[in-house]
């Protein structure tokens, strides 16, 4: 069932308020900040509203005690959760970066070696659950991927939009941008 932009936007209003996993950030703070460093860098509206997408498969789980994140002993599978709500609404340039932002988190971790220290506690204790840094095959193999670069920079604004009390516009500024790229409903 391919979600409609209104119901999407339900969501967040209904399910985003709350912390998001052991962040000083509501999960809408954080797409909110998602979206606007990419924005602010010049992203294209696809990968813009893939910033704010990013983690919709946690709103569509939705966990009713969002402590549970310190006894999870698996990931759980977010970044794939979301797409068949949002296939058949939105393009492959929106689709897959969210789908690879958690890999590009393990592409990082190997590529870059002080991108590890700059996580938070809570990236490093997903990180570990969702396999760890990536070898030297499984780096060229994310990168050979279509879309991998953007999902890379989407990886970036993730790690930042973490900020409490930041300002930023609000949902319908971007919903703007949902709607347009939206073939459907």
């Avoid at 985003?16 to 962040?23: I, M």
């Avoid at 599978?77 to 393009?91: D, N, S, T, V």
Wanted: proline share 4%.
């Amino acid at each position: 069932m391919t979600l409609s932009v209104a119901e999407i936007i339900h969501l967040f209003e209904t399910r985003a308020t709350s912390q998001y996993g052991r962040e000083a950030v509501s999960q809408l703070e954080h797409a909110l900040q998602c979206a606007q460093l990419a924005e602010q860098a010049g992203e294209t509206d696809a990968t813009v509203v893939a910033a704010l997408l990013h983690d919709l498969g946690h709103l569509i789980a939705a966990k009713k005690d969002d402590r549970a994140d310190d006894k999870q002993q698996r990931d759980d599978l977010h970044q794939y959760m979301a797409i068949p709500f949002l296939r058949g609404l939105l393009p492959d340039a929106v689709l897959e970066p969210i789908r690879l932002h958690v890999d590009a988190k393990r592409y990082l971790c190997a590529a870059v070696p002080t991108y590890w220290a700059s996580l938070s506690p809570a990236s490093k204790r997903s990180l570990e659950l969702q396999g760890g840094a990536y070898s030297d095959a499984e780096l060229a193999t994310f990168l050979a991927q279509p879309y991998a670069e953007e999902a890379v920079r989407l990886r970036r604004y993730d790690d930042l939009a973490k900020v409490p009390n930041a300002t930023t516009p609000g949902l319908m500024h971007f919903q703007k941008k949902l709607e347009a790229l939206a073939t459907v409903g």
